[in-house]
């Protein structure tokens, strides 16, 4: 029998590293960088943990694995807000390094 355990631990190493190759199209500062990729990392590693915890209960306590499921929910709406944000301020510029000329 497959172990889910497997498959979460995977996600918990992809998605916060597919998040922050992110970064690398639009040019942040420094520290915007960093305070964004802490983000991603977070949100992304407690939203695969969360949805773990909350497969436990997805045939045995519906009412938990729904409050897990929004709870993981929750750090998911993060992200997509947070790419949202890192997409729509780099394409105005206002994230990026000045040019050297």
Request: positive net charge.
């Amino acid at each position: 029998m497959f172990n889910n355990g497997y498959r979460y631990l995977n996600w918990l190493i992809d998605v916060p590293m597919l998040l922050f190759q992110v970064l690398f199209v639009v040019s942040l500062t420094k520290s915007k960088f960093s305070s964004v990729r802490n983000q991603f990392w977070i949100s992304g590693g407690f939203m695969i943990i969360t949805g773990y915890i909350g497969q436990f209960y997805e045939v045995t306590n519906l009412p938990r694995f729904a409050i897990w499921g929004a709870v993981s929910t929750v750090f998911f709406v993060h992200i997509l807000w947070l790419m949202r944000k890192v997409i729509n301020e780099g394409k105005k510029g206002s994230l990026c390094l000045p040019k050297k000329h």
